[in-house]
Nanobody
Framework: QVQLVESGGGLVQAGGSLRLSCAAS????????MGWYRQAPGKQRELVAFKSVGGSTNYADSVKGRFTISGDSAKNTVYLQMNSLKPEDTAVYYC??????????????WGRGAQVTVSS
């Protein structure tokens, strides 16, 4: 079993910055990809940013140039640096990881979510 724990959410004014962290632990053989989704009230969950084990990254158009995803493979941790935040970035941010476990099965896992609120 694998657990994802997010931290770093909170309340910030428009134009401000926040940094989210997500640490994976458990029966991990290899993390294949790790990243962030978000879900605003009344909306579907959407991809924010993702990073593969090979280093490639993918961003939603709405966050390009403002958000940066990075990772520390030694710590099984991924970060999301969010700058120039806008009220429309307000959402619950979920960590997601594609993990091959020590039993060699590959499963996608979700964290419990971190609230990010941007005030105008």
């Amino acid at each position: 079993q694998v657990q994802l724990v997010e931290s770093g959410g909170g309340l910030v004014q428009a134009g401000g910055s926040l940094r989210l962290s997500c640490a994976a632990s458990g029966s991990i053989f290899r993390i294949n990809a790790m990243g962030w989704y978000r879900q605003a009230p009344g909306k579907q969950r959407e991809l924010v940013a993702f990073k593969s084990v090979g280093g490639s990254t993918n961003y939603a158009d709405s966050v390009k140039g403002r958000f940066t995803i990075s990772g520390d493979s030694a710590k099984n941790t991924v970060y999301l640096q969010m700058n120039s935040l806008k009220p429309e970035d307000t959402a619950v941010y979920y960590c997601n990881a594609d993990v091959t476990s020590t039993s060699r099965s590959t499963v996608g896992y979700w964290g419990r979510g971190a609230q990010v609120t941007v005030s105008s």
